[in-house]
């Protein structure tokens, strides 16, 4: 397994909209890639702007050049990011998963639980 790491910043009041259309664009389009075995988004204060990481999870190298091109190491961006004031990454780091153990959300008490 494949984990695809990529990070954008934007102004705080940006965040909501910005990750609203993450899932519109990206996660929607990754979602649909054959080969495509999950996504997390990561958020982050960082004072007067926001961190947003994506990782997704692939099958292997090859199945991503299905979603991102041949160069697999250059960020996929879209038109309307502009409008969010975002400064992102422009090339994304891949590594290979050596481990992916999950909790049991179940056996958390109320307030151990992440807001999901």
């Known amino acids: ?9 934007c102004p705080k009041k ?8 993450l899932y519109e664009t990206g ?16 958020n982050r204060d960082l004072g007067d702007k ?7 999870y692939w099958e292997n ?10 160069d697999i190491n250059v960020a996929r961006l879209y038109p309307e990011d502009a409008i969010y004031e975002l400064e992102p990454d422009d090339f994304v780091s891949h590594y ?12 958390l008490s109320k307030s151990e639980k992440p807001k999901l």
């Open 14 to 21: 940006h965040e909501e909209g910005f990750i609203a259309y």
């Open 61 to 70: 190298l090859n199945v991503i050049k299905a979603f991102a091109g041949d």
């Open 27 to 42: 996660v929607k389009e990754t979602s649909a890639t054959p080969g495509f075995l999950g996504t997390q988004i990561f």
């Open 96 to 107: 290979k998963v050596r481990e992916n153990t999950w909790m049991n959300l179940s056996e």
């Open 50 to 56: 926001v961190e947003i990481k994506l990782i997704s």
């Open 1 to 9: 397994m494949i984990a695809r790491e990529w990070a954008a910043r």
